[in-house]
């Protein structure tokens, strides 16, 4: 799943090269090339299925051309994740109905991918023998507030569970109540399961999707398959993966994982997972000059230089064309502040 | 004078384009341009004298292409005002040994055109009729502690008075002593004076300059100008016309003088003299949307947006590959910032 804008990084993150197309850690690859590089392991490269905007069409052959262009399914327009998923499994699903599928963001870290790579491994084995949902849990290793968790139920294998419930973002002594407990793990937004388990799911608590793909069920997967879905994907409605489905199904299943997770999801986020410098600033790869200054974290293009002096716990952002510079306790008006700057100059800068 | 480098505005003002390049108000026209604007209805273009440092020929000669090539005079090397306003003299006395000469910097701002036409027309009919060397002092406004004062001395006719003593920057109370005084005002760094009377007050008080240009003195406002010059000029010791000669010259005179002068010399006093935005920050031209702070001054390219919040008295200064954010107050610390840049990345950002 390619096809996010990333807001909540603006303007680190631009409407025009999201996060995902970003070198986040100054590595020389995207978070969409790591990504890849840490499933071709797994999956055979032909086998992987890339769903984006169509505007991103381009970034992601520059970025992968060992892609086939049939391999990029370009949505005509943002749905969420149910009518991304569901357009998916119908593709798969008509190339091979025995296919089981891992689905993934391409815009998560993970650091350990030898672990990632043995619980990919074990969940597929897991899907191959149970009509099973599986979502990949991780063990959380602090109270995050930002997060979504999945309480376990009952253990039906080793490391693997029935989920009991799905929770929205706890507040703070919510959340620790949730990681003493041992009982809760952050949704990752990974998926494991038969291409078959998820279309019947889809039919029987997604039935308005599922009857918009249905009308040109024989399409998938032909020369024909594009045409049909850039006419008939907007009428989709937009929701995710977890509303839609997940969170009514009850052949859900969680497998708890641990493997250096982080979903890269706000600046915050970002700067308490980050390696700091000795005085106490995330400056990835770019180059800063901190006096007085402490706790920020920086985010500008290569080989420019910051210096700045007497700043405390700000988020430093510029690309190119425009800078933050933001408070990270208020990172959540970052939105809003997007909004504003709609409003005044248009798309321009978004 | 345009050969200034203008470090106290890095990164803002680069080595490779200072201050007086720059247009610093968004108004189409940079300093230098606005300074030759404000002299062309007094002086004929023609007698348009430039001394700059020689690596600023070219963006003289884009800027200002009225300007014939001899027109410009390239220093070799950085050597302060006097060595500067020596070799003007000799080339300028060649051309005419009768010249009156005005000097200016180029990198001030002056509001009031109108008053500045009459205060130089009015200035240079007093040096036709003394031997004197004209200063401009500027009524001061506020106990500025960044400027040097001039005390005055015994009027000798309306508004020209003999000058009692030159005084380096004050500290805060001893600035409001003079300012309340009524005989101080602010040494501008404009001249007046005959070509011949400077030429005489610099043989005499700094004649290790004059020695080093009569070595030469056929060759001035000829073919072999230029090479006498490179040569020579860096043998000339580095000091301002001020400590080599008005100090210590006693046929000194200032003209008091109000047109709307600002030296631009520092962020702060930027600042205290620009129109403020209705929510209390100085962003000149560029774009900048403001959360919860005031009191900063912001100065970025055109067409670059600024989201700032939470920011209070502070200089935000954008260069292209150049980030400073620095208190106001502190700016006093950016030429030691300069230093640990130059220091630690050679002349990549200067």
Redesign the interface.
């Known amino acids: 799943m390619c096809g996010g804008i990333g807001s909540r990084f603006w303007?680190y993150s631009r409407q025009d090269k999201p996060k995902q197309f970003i070198d986040f850690f100054g590595t020389g690859r995207s978070l969409l090339q790591m990504t890849f590089d840490r499933i071709v392991s797994i999956v055979d490269p032909a086998n992987i299925i890339i769903v984006t905007n169509a505007q991103y069409t381009s970034l992601i052959r520059e970025q992968l051309p060992e892609l086939a262009p049939d391999q990029i399914l370009q949505e005509p327009a943002r749905r969420n994740t149910a009518p991304c998923i569901a357009w998916a499994t119908y593709h798969i699903l008509a190339r091979d109905p025995e296919a089981s599928i891992l689905v993934t963001p391409s815009d998560h870290l993970i650091t350990r991918e030898r672990e990632f790579e043995q619980s990919i491994l074990r969940g597929f084995e897991f899907i191959e023998s149970h009509d099973a949902l599986l979502t990949l849990g991780i063990r959380p290793t602090r109270p995050e507030t930002g997060y979504g968790y999945i309480q376990i139920g009952k253990e039906v294998e080793a490391g693997i569970n029935k989920v009991k419930t799905f929770t929205e973002k706890p507040d703070r002594s919510l959340a620790e109540v949730f990681v003493e407990s041992g009982e809760f793990f952050w949704n990752s937004g990974m998926f494991l399961w038969k291409g078959k388990a998820i279309k019947e799911a889809l039919e029987r608590y997604a039935s308005d999707i599922t009857r918009i793909f249905d009308a040109g069920k024989m399409l998938f997967a032909t020369e024909a398959e594009n045409e049909f879905v850039s006419t008939n994907f907007p009428a989709c409605m937009s929701i995710s993966i977890d509303y839609a489905v997940m969170e009514k199904a009850d052949n859900v299943y969680v497998e708890c994982v641990e493997f250096g997770w982080n979903d890269l999801g706000t600046w915050s986020t970002l700067y308490d997972n980050s390696p700091r410098n000795r005085d106490g600033n995330v400056t990835q790869n770019c180059?800063v000059?901190a006096?007085s200054s402490k706790g920020n974290i920086f985010a500008?293009p290569d080989?420019?230089?910051?210096?700045?002096?007497?700043?405390q716990d700000?988020i430093?952002a510029?690309s190119g064309?425009?800078?933050?510079?933001?408070?990270k306790s208020?990172e959540q008006?970052i939105k809003l502040?997007v909004n504003?700057?709609k409003e005044?100059?248009g798309d321009k800068?978004l």
């Open positions: 303007p180059r000059l006096y500008v080989d420019k230089l910051v210096v700045v002096d007497g700043l700000y430093i510029d064309d425009v800078l933050l510079i933001c408070p208020e008006r502040m504003d700057v005044k100059y800068y």
